[in-house]
Nanobody
Framework: QVQLVESGGGLVQAGGSLRLSCAAS????????MGWFRQAPGKEREFVAS????????YYADSVKGRFTISRDNAKNTVYLQMNSLKPEDAAVYYC????????????????????WGQGTQVTVSS
């Protein structure tokens, strides 16, 4: 059973930074694609970033490109999302997700592409 546990959310002023962590356990992740999504109140869950467990193919939503960085530490079985220059519109619950199995695609952006999800961590950005 795959388990994903996010942490690192909190309250930050606009322009500030946060680093989210996602600790993964339960299955081999060698071929996995890891993703970060977010969901603001009243909105659909949206894709933020993804990366292969191997470290290749980081991919970002246009709204966060240049401000957010996704990375992973295989030794710690952890994926990170470094968020800089935060804006009020970045406020949401952030979710970590994993897609297991081999794939030829470089990224996956749809919620349905990912089978396992964490419980989410709240990010609040004050203006």
């Amino acid at each position: 059973q795959v388990q994903l546990v996010e942490s690192g959310g909190g309250l930050v002023q606009a322009g500030g930074s946060l680093r989210l962590s996602c600790a993964a356990s339960g299955r081999p992740f060698r071929s996995a694609m890891m993703g970060w999504f977010r969901q603001a109140p009243g909105k659909e869950r949206e894709f933020v970033a993804s990366i292969r467990w191997s470290g290749g193919s980081p991919y970002y939503a246009d709204s966060v490109k240049g401000r957010f960085t996704i990375s992973r530490d295989n030794a710690k079985n952890t994926v990170y999302l470094q968020m800089n220059s935060l804006k009020p519109e970045d406020a949401a619950v952030y979710y970590c997700a994993v897609r297991l199995g081999l794939s030829t695609e470089s990224y996956f952006t749809r919620r349905g592409d990912y089978a396992y999800w964490g419980q989410g961590t709240q990010v609040t950005v004050s203006s």
